[in-house]
């Protein structure tokens, strides 16, 4: 019976606690706006109303036979400093409206007959009374006036400021999730095609190789050593199918890690490389140096994926250029076990070595760019270790370097 595994896409629940995340950002910034406004307006509409009662405070005054001249100038201050719409409406001992109306800040058209220029002012009296409170003017317990008052232009404008940070918040959250929704699905997109095609390119040579030595078995069946050699040869290219089937499968899962040699898994690197590049370029030399016997905690198979697709970068980088080179170095640090990978080819520009990570980015025509994302991959998230470009110099070559933890020593 065949047994599927489940896959877990990478970024499902993350990136909806993202998108949670945005909405909720985007929702505190709304309210938070709201109450720092709605306490600004709470604060102007106070100063509004002091300013209010003290005109009406000004008006008590005046009406003592004490007043002074300095009282009607004060008064006038206060009125000069009034910028929200106000009215004094005079009243009788039983509280109905006598005599003209006096007004300030109102807008009224001047093109109006005065029965509607009246009409106008008896509607905003209305208008005001149900904005605040209207303060009363008296003398020795008499009502002489009220005083209708309204908000003022910055006030209003106030109180609709937190409703458009609302709206340009939700905008934000929505342009944000359809770029996030947009940039993952590509993101993906790119991840699977290329995907594919790594799954494609990695069987392509084993499969190609046996395929010449069934030609080769069908054209020597009756040479015994010849038949042997083959033998040995299709052994090799079954062990590289079940490794990449190995890798794969490994992918998305947990790999168990164990204390390796690194020297002896980049050597059976190298030993693969160096029978396909006379294939490529025959003038490039891949060369290893440092620690021989320096341990790190490894998945061997995924591994050496990781310094094949750093080599296979390098030889890619140096393409027809005579006399290239490849230098790997295995340093062993105090904290870390290091890996370095270095060529002579064309380098990277400073604005692209992050991008050189980044799933789908490629500079060969023909290129897919997963090679280097899967090897940060496979470093970081399954060996807990750092992979970064160490320097770079245009037509003078790059250096990688691998950072890998070393083996808790036991008490």
């Given at each position: ?86 009215i004094l409406m005079n009243v009788d001992s039983i509280g109905d409206r006598v ?313």
């Amino acid at each position: 019976m065949q047994q599927r595994n489940s896959v877990k896409m990478s970024g499902g629940p993350a990136s909806l606690y993202l998108k949670l995340g945005l909405l909720v950002i985007g929702l505190i910034i709304g309210f938070g706006t709201y109450l720092y406004t709605q306490l600004i307006v709470q604060q102007l509409q106070d100063r509004e109303r002091e300013l209010a009662e003290l005109f009406a405070s000004s008006f008590e005054f005046s009406t003592e036979p004490s007043a002074e001249e300095s009282d009607y100038t004060f008064r006038l201050e206060v009125i000069r400093k009034i910028d929200f719409p106000l009215i004094l409406m005079n009243v009788d001992s039983i509280g109905d409206r006598v005599g003209d109306l006096i007004y300030k800040n109102l807008k009224i058209d001047s093109t109006l007959t005065t029965i509607e220029q009246t009409d106008l002012v008896d509607k905003m009296l209305e208008e005001l009374a149900t904005i605040n409170e209207p303060i009363p003017v008296a003398h020795e317990g008499i009502l002489l006036s009220k005083i209708y008052y309204g908000d003022s232009e910055l006030v209003r404008r106030l109180q609709y400021y937190p409703y458009l940070q609302i709206v340009f918040a939700i905008v934000f959250i929505i342009i944000s999730y359809i770029s996030f929704s947009y940039l993952k699905k590509n993101e993906q997109s790119n991840i699977w095609v290329g995907m594919a095609k790594e799954t494609a390119h990695q069987l392509g040579t084993p499969i190609s190789s046996l395929m010449g030595w069934q030609e080769i078995l069908k054209m020597n069946f009756k040479e015994p050593d010849k038949v042997q050699d083959v033998a040995n040869e299709l052994s090799n290219d079954l062990d590289r199918l079940t490794k990449i089937a190995n890798r794969f499968s490994k992918i998305g899962s947990k790999p168990e890690l164990k204390s390796i040699i690194v020297y002896d898994v980049i050597c059976t690197v190298i030993e693969y490389f160096n029978r396909r590049i006379p294939h490529t370029n025959d003038s490039v030399k891949i060369k290893l140096e440092g620690d021989k016997l320096a341990v790190a905690m490894l998945n061997s198979d995924l591994f050496e994926w990781v310094v094949e697709n750093l080599i296979k970068n390098a030889l890619d980088a140096i393409g027809a250029k005579k006399n290239g080179s490849v230098s790997l170095r295995v340093l062993n640090n105090n904290k870390s076990l290091d890996i370095e990978v270095e060529d002579n080819g064309k380098g990277i520009e400073i604005n692209r070595r992050k991008d050189v990570f980044r799933p789908g980015y490629s500079t060969k025509k023909r290129g897919w760019g997963l090679g280097l994302s899967l090897a940060k991959r496979i470093i970081v998230n399954y060996h807990k270790g750092k992979l970064f470009v160490k320097n770079s110099v245009i037509d003078e070559g790059t250096t990688f370097q691998i950072s890998l933890r070393k083996p808790v020593k036991s008490s």
